[in-house]
């Protein structure tokens, strides 16, 4: 008998992790899967990073590092905010961390007593809501409608603002929306932010270049430079670089927040990969030529995953403005009959459903807190996005 912590019994594993092994066992087991359930880009990592990595192995860069970080990626953190965002961090505002999951895990743990309340706009990556919990705080919901983008309102922070809360956590781009917070929207919640002294903005910035259109990316300390130093910034190498197995995230914020992390770190993975923090100095040092690339086929699957979506009966998608993902409304299918009589009674049916009788993996809206939807990854290759959309039409379009 396995005796587990009373606390991981309000702790639900991945699902978005979940979702991506699972297709991935079936199809390791012959079946014909097509997954829009991976968030992670299809490209391979840039040769140049390989080389690096290569050279830090073979001119010996594998033993531990420190804590924090080694110091050249710290540095090359700071050159980046500079360059990218026009925020001025010193070294000792960087924190190296294994994924930018672990940089938002260690943040928390580091900042969160007891019952300090974390205001999470939903829909909300899978993992915030969990890790809160896992750190010992409250997480405090707050839904946002699909009629106005997905964001949160200030009106709507107001209510849920309390003299508890420590933090809001931000990502825009969005995953699992694909919605961008403009300028102005930042700024008036950073006003509502500045009257609670405790609370601060935990800003997920992991798809900052994955913007589409005439948008453009506002990092929440462009919007807000008066929070600079009550905002943890978070972000990393995995998306814009296609390096999600090298584990390299980074945080900057409050110098004193950042050694907490660092102890934090210090206390559980010691300090993130040695060799691939070396290639992700030269990830964040290159001239980004490789990108634009990626971006424009990622725009392309964008455009056409929306109007393959719009284009099935049941389903009612916006058009994503950020990330990688196509967050379709479901909830006209919800209620449906399966051909053996059994209805779809939820998000969650209808992504099994799916999976079952049309081999497409998904994620059900609702382990993103908001039930009635799917997730599409479209970091995929656009004839798997025709293949899948195509099943998708014909297994939903079965349904009575
Ligand atoms: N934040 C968001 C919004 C994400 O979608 C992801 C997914 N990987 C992460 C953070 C974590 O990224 P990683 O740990 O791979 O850097
Ligand atoms: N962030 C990705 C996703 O949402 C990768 C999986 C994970 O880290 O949860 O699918």
Same mark, same amino acid.
């Given at each position: 008998?396995?005796?587990?912590?009373?606390?991981?019994?309000?702790?639900?594993?991945?699902?978005?992790? @979940?979702? +991506?092994? &699972?297709?991935?066992? %079936?199809?390791?087991?012959?079946?014909?899967?097509? /997954?829009? #359930?991976?968030? $992670?880009?299809?490209?391979?990592?840039?040769?140049?990073?390989?080389?690096?990595?290569?050279?830090?192995?073979?001119?010996?860069?594998?033993?531990?590092?420190?804590?924090?970080?080694?110091?050249?990626?710290?540095?090359?953190?700071?050159?980046?905010?500079?360059?990218?965002?026009?925020?001025?961090?010193?070294?000792?505002?960087?924190?190296?961390?294994?994924?930018?999951?672990?940089?938002?895990?260690?943040?928390?743990?580091?900042?969160?007593?007891?019952?300090?309340?974390?205001?999470?706009?939903?829909?909300?990556?899978?993992?915030?809501?969990?890790?809160?919990?896992?750190?010992?705080?409250?997480?405090?919901?707050?839904?946002?409608?699909?009629?106005?983008?997905?964001?949160?309102?200030?009106?709507?922070?107001?209510? @849920?603002? +309390?003299? &508890?809360?420590?933090? %809001?956590?931000?990502?825009?781009?969005?995953?699992? /929306?694909? #919605?961008?917070? $403009?300028?102005?929207?930042?700024?008036?919640?950073?006003?509502?932010?500045?009257?609670?002294?405790?609370?601060?903005?935990?800003?997920?910035?992991?798809?900052?270049?994955?913007?589409?259109?005439?948008?453009?990316?506002?990092?929440?300390?462009?919007?807000?430079?008066?929070?600079?130093?009550?905002?943890?910034?978070?972000?990393?190498?995995?998306?814009?670089?296609?390096?999600?197995?090298?584990?390299?995230?980074?945080?900057a914020g409050e110098s004193g927040l950042i050694k907490g992390m660092t102890v934090v770190q210090s206390q559980s993975a010691s300090s993130a990969t040695t060799f691939c923090q070396w290639a992700a100095v030269a990830a964040l040092d290159s001239?980004?030529?490789?990108?634009?690339?990626?971006?424009?086929?990622?725009?392309?699957?964008?455009?056409?995953?929306?109007?393959?979506?719009?284009?099935?009966?049941?389903?009612?998608?916006?058009?994503?403005?950020?990330?990688?993902?196509?967050?379709?409304?479901?909830?006209?299918?919800?209620?449906?009959?399966?051909?053996?009589?059994?209805?779809?009674?939820?998000?969650?049916?209808?992504?099994?459903?799916?999976?079952?009788?049309?081999?497409?993996?998904?994620?059900?809206?609702?382990a993103f807190g908001s039930p009635n939807h799917l997730r599409c990854s479209y970091a995929c290759s656009l004839d798997n996005l025709r293949e899948a959309t195509a099943r998708l039409k014909s297994a939903f379009g079965a349904l009575v």
């Amino acid at each position: 008998m396995s005796h587990l912590s009373e606390i991981l019994s309000r702790v639900r594993p991945s699902a978005t992790i @979940a979702a +991506s092994t &699972r297709a991935g066992e %079936l199809r390791a087991a012959g079946s014909d899967i097509v /997954s829009l #359930s991976a968030g $992670e880009p299809d490209f391979d990592t840039p040769r140049f990073i390989i080389d690096a990595a290569n050279e830090a192995l073979l001119s010996g860069k594998t033993r531990y590092a420190p804590a924090g970080g080694i110091p050249e990626l710290r540095d090359a953190v700071v050159r980046k905010f500079r360059r990218d965002n026009k925020i001025s961090y010193e070294r000792g505002n960087v924190a190296i961390t294994c994924g930018a999951k672990q940089a938002i895990y260690n943040g928390l743990v580091a900042s969160l007593n007891q019952g300090d309340e974390v205001i999470i706009p939903s829909p909300y990556w899978v993992s915030y809501p969990d890790m809160v919990t896992l750190a010992g705080g409250v997480p405090i919901i707050v839904d946002t409608s699909e009629d106005t983008g997905f964001l949160l309102s200030a009106s709507a922070l107001e209510g @849920a603002l +309390s003299p &508890r809360t420590r933090w %809001l956590i931000l990502n825009s781009p969005s995953n699992p /929306s694909g #919605s961008l917070y $403009e300028h102005e929207t930042l700024k008036e919640l950073g006003e509502l932010i500045a009257k609670h002294p405790k609370a601060g903005v935990i800003s997920d910035e992991i798809y900052e270049h994955l913007v589409y259109g005439d948008r453009s990316f506002t990092s929440f300390v462009q919007a807000c430079p008066h929070l600079l130093e009550r905002t943890l910034i978070v972000n990393g190498v995995s998306k814009t670089f296609a390096m999600t197995g090298w584990r390299i995230g980074y945080a900057a914020g409050e110098s004193g927040l950042i050694k907490g992390m660092t102890v934090v770190q210090s206390q559980s993975a010691s300090s993130a990969t040695t060799f691939c923090q070396w290639a992700a100095v030269a990830a964040l040092d290159s001239d980004m030529s490789f990108f634009e690339p990626m971006r424009r086929a990622f725009d392309e699957r964008r455009r056409f995953i929306t109007t393959a979506l719009n284009d099935i009966d049941g389903l009612s998608c916006a058009l994503p403005e950020g990330a990688f993902y196509a967050f379709p409304s479901c909830a006209d299918l919800i209620g449906r009959k399966k051909e053996d009589g059994k209805v779809i009674a939820n998000d969650e049916d209808l992504t099994l459903y799916a999976l079952e009788s049309a081999g497409v993996a998904m994620v059900h809206g609702e382990a993103f807190g908001s039930p009635n939807h799917l997730r599409c990854s479209y970091a995929c290759s656009l004839d798997n996005l025709r293949e899948a959309t195509a099943r998708l039409k014909s297994a939903f379009g079965a349904l009575v």
